[in-house]
């Protein structure tokens, strides 16, 4: 892969961007681009701002930053590590500019939270469990490894989880992340029954086909699952929120029915009285809030 990757370096006076997540107060992306090239990625918005004009998956721009000066000054801060490219990108293992913002972080007594596709954070596992209560999550939106490479370049679903059981059991939380769920394709009850056992959230979050890359994946589904383009048009060309509001009743049932917790956009630091995964639904945030309350 590290051939067809055009990679820069760039410098800049910090890693730390406010955030406007409602998860976190900041975001850190160590690099500009994710060599992951997800087929659905949102975060190729990014080339508007970036200048790039290469596709989306092929370039890297490493970051270089000042050192964070009195990084204790942001004790009790949320800082959510990878929302805008895979902080553990394959690139990550030659630059290690992930590990190095984690470096000078030590000790700082921020709340972490890192999001990937990556098995390469296990190389991360004694300094991330340094941290107070951190937080790893892993997209997982299938367990059909052929559509996984249809979607995206990262490594196995199969090493992802396996990953994912590691943190739990050196006692780290660790999140699910299934997502994008793409209608009638994502597995979600069957990822549900896959991971439980060692994942502490599991958090769902719809597709949604907007930008440049919507007509790519209509394309794919047209051409590799025919039978659903109906679907696919009722809901992206239409808007129309039914596939969602019936899953979303579909999985406050099978919580309810197996003790999960099932809440609607909250703070993913809550603490779990149930012993099992708390179930954290993000579908079209604001819309699935209003119909959960009818």
């Not at 890359?213 to 129309?240: C, G, S, V, W």
Request: net charge neutral.
């Amino acid at each position: 892969m590290s051939e067809s990757i055009k990679l820069g370096e760039v410098s800049v006076k910090t890693v730390l961007t406010k955030s406007n997540l409602p998860i976190a107060g900041y975001s850190v992306n160590p690099y500009i681009g994710c060599t992951h090239a997800c087929k659905y990625c949102y975060a190729c918005f990014m080339k508007r701002f970036t200048g790039h004009e290469e596709p989306w998956g092929t370039f890297l721009d490493v970051k270089y930053w000042d050192k964070i000066k009195n990084p204790k000054k942001y004790v009790g801060q949320t800082m959510i590590v990878g929302s805008v490219t895979d902080a553990y990108n394959p690139q990550e293992e030659q630059f290690r500019r992930t590990r190095a913002f984690l470096e000078e972080m030590q000790g700082s007594g921020i709340n972490l939270i890192i999001t990937t596709k990556s098995d390469l954070v296990v190389r991360d596992l004694d300094l991330i469990g340094t941290f107070p209560s951190p937080l790893v999550s892993w997209s997982v939106n299938t367990l059909d490894e052929k559509f996984k490479d249809d979607m995206d370049k990262a490594v196995s679903i199969e090493r992802r989880i396996a990953a994912m059981k590691k943190f739990h059991e050196a006692g780290i939380r660790t999140t699910c992340f299934i997502s994008p769920i793409f209608p009638e394709i994502t597995e979600v009850f069957e990822i549900i029954g896959k991971i439980q056992d060692f994942c502490d959230y599991i958090w769902l979050e719809n597709l949604n086909l907007r930008g440049n890359f919507k007509a790519d994946i209509m394309r794919y589904i047209a051409e590799k699952y025919p039978h659903l383009l109906p679907l696919y048009q009722q809901i992206y060309n239409r808007n129309d929120m039914t596939y969602w509001e019936i899953l979303d009743a579909k999985v406050a049932e099978f919580a309810e029915k197996n003790g999960f917790m099932y809440v609607i956009d909250e703070e993913p630091f809550l603490r779990n009285p149930t012993g099992k995964p708390i179930i954290i639904n993000y579908f079209y945030h604001s819309k699935i809030r209003q119909s959960a309350k009818k």
